[in-house]
C-alpha cells in the first residue's frame, strides 16, 4: 500500500504509483466538473478565496491522507483547460496524453541531465533527438530513414573555437522554452563575433529578444519597421546599411558584427517574416540569423505547411518550442545550431560532474549541453510522441489546427457583425466586433474572463486591439468555432 513516504522509483515504485494515480485521476475529473468551463468563474478574487479555503493550512503540524487529492482537485477547478475548444486565449496547447504519460516516466525516474552518472540512457536518448531535430531544421538528414548520428562530446575547454570536430553536423539543445532558447541564440552570436555583436530585429519581434541583449550586455539593439506585422526587408536593408556605415565612420576598418532575429510565428497573429529575403540580406551584409520558430518551426512537419518556412535552413540559430505547435506539457523548447563549434563556449568544468580524466576516460560530458546544472529529461516526452506519431501523425494534427484556423477565419469573414484582421497564417486569427471601439474589444474579453465561458486573447495591431483565437485543440469541431463567436457575439456590449 503507498503511503506519503513511499518512492516513486525502484522495485516498489510502479506499486505505489498505482493507488496514487487513480487519485489523481479522480481529482482532476471531480475538479473540472465543479469548473464546468475553460476557466474558473468569478475572476481573480474568487478563485483566489475558493482555492485557499480548499487548501487550508499548506504546512499542519500533522500530515493530511487526503492532501494529494484535495490540492490536485482544487488545482484542476481553479485551472484553464488548453483541451477546451473555448480556451484559445495563448499558445497554450493542450498536452498528448501519451507525452503526459511519458512526463510522469521522466518524474518517476527522476534522472538529472547534469552528469552521466546521473542520467545514462536519458542523455543518449537527448543526444540522438536533438540530433534528429537539429537535422530537420536544416535539411541535412541524409535520409528519412536513417538514424540520426550519435552526438559529439563536448569540445575540451583547451580547444580553440573554430578545431575541427569529429562530427560538424547541426546540434541542438534542450531547453525551458523561447524565451531560453532566444537567450541562448544571442549569447552564442556575442561569444562568436564578439561583444560588440549589435542585435537587430523587427517590431514585431517577442519580448524576450531585447531582454535578452539587454540581459547580456549588448549595445542596444536595432529595431526595424514591420508595417504589415512583418518585418520589413527594404528597411532590414537599409539598417544594415546605416549599422556598417557607422562604423566605418567610428574609424573601423570592417563592419560592425551583427545578427539578425527574424520572426517564424508572431505572437500577435502568427505571421510568418520574409525568411529567404532576410536570409539574402544577412549573407550580402556578413550578418548572423537566428529565427524565432517557436510558434510556427512545426510546421516542418507537415508536407502542406513546410514551404512557409523556406530560408529557414539558411539561419544559423533557431528557436523551437514543441510545448506549443507540438502538444507537449510545458517545457519542451529546443535552439538548433548549425554550426556545432558555436557550442564550444558553453563548455564548463566542474570536477564532481565532469572531470578531465574522467571525460579523457570516455565518460561524456554533459555540462556543455546547457546553461543550467540541475535538468530534468524534458526529452522523453518529446522522444516519445516522435517515435509514436511519426512525421506523418505530427504533420496531421498541424494541419488540423491549421485548417481551423482557416475554418473560423471563414465564419468570421462570411458574419457581417464581426472583422477580420487577415487569413490565418499559422493557427492564430484575429478578429473583433464590427463597429466598436477598443474599449467594447476589451469588455468583451474580460467578460467572458471573469464568467470562465471563453478564454480570448488580445493584440493591438494597426493601432487597434482585436481579440485573438489560437486554435491549438486538433480535436475541435466545426460547431465548436461556431458557437465560440456566438457566444462572443452576445457578449459584446452595445
Known sequence: ????????????????????????????????????????????????????????????????????????????????????????????????????????????????????????????????????????????????????????????????????????????????GGTESNQLALLLARETHGADVRLVHGANAHHSLPRAAWLLGLPEPVVVPAPAGTLDPA?????????AGQRLRRGSAQPGSLVVAATAGTTDAGLIDPLPEIAALCAAHGARLHVDAAYGGALLFSDRYRDRLTGLDAADTVTLDLHKLGWQPVAAGLLAVRDPHDLAVLHHRADYLNAEDDTEAGLPDLLGRSLRTSRRPDVLKIAVTLKALGRTGLGRLVEQVCDHAGEFAALVHDHPGFELYA?????????????????????????????????LGRARIDGRLWLKATLLNPHTRPDDLAALLKLVEGNTPR
Open 235 to 243: 528597411a532590414l536593408g537599409e539598417a544594415l546599411t546605416s549599422c
Open 423 to 455: 487569413p490565418p497564417t499559422i493557427s492564430t486569427v484575429l478578429f473583433r466586433p464590427a463597429h466598436t471601439g477598443d474599449a467594447a474589444v476589451a469588455a468583451v474579453r474580460r467578460r467572458l474572463l471573469t464568467d470562465g465561458r471563453a478564454v
Open 1 to 176: 500500500m503507498s503511503t506519503p513516504s513511499s518512492l516513486a522509483s525502484g522495485p516498489e515504485g510502479p506499486h505505489a504509483l498505482r493507488p496514487l494515480l487513480d487519485t489523481v485521476l479522480d481529482a482532476l475529473s471531480e475538479g473540472a466538473r465543479v469548473r464546468g468551463g475553460p476557466l474558473p468563474s468569478g475572476g481573480p478574487e474568487a478563485v483566489a478565496v475558493r482555492l485557499r479555503d480548499a487548501i487550508g493550512d499548506v504546512l499542519p503540524d500533522q500530515g493530511d491522507p487526503d492532501a494529494l487529492h484535495d490540492i490536485v482537485r482544487a488545482l484542476a477547478e481553479g485551472a484553464a483547460d488548453p483541451s477546451d475548444p473555448f480556451c484559445a486565449a495563448h499558445l497554450h496547447c493542450p498536452p498528448l496524453a501519451l507525452a503526459t504519460a511519458a512526463d510522469l516516466a521522466a518524474s518517476a525516474l527522476n534522472p538529472s541531465l547534469d552528469s552521466w552518472d546521473q542520467a545514462p540512457g536519458a542523455s543518449e536518448l537527448e543526444g540522438l533527438v536533438t540530433e534528429a531535430l537539429a537535422a530537420e531544421v536544416f535539411g541535412t538528414a541524409a535520409s528519412r530513414s536513417t538514424p540520426p548520428p550519435k552526438a559529439p562530446s563536448a569540445p575540451k575547454a583547451t580547444a580553440a573555437p573554430n578545431a575541427p570536430s569529429a562530427l560538424n553536423a547541426p546540434s541542438a539543445l534542450i531547453t525551458t
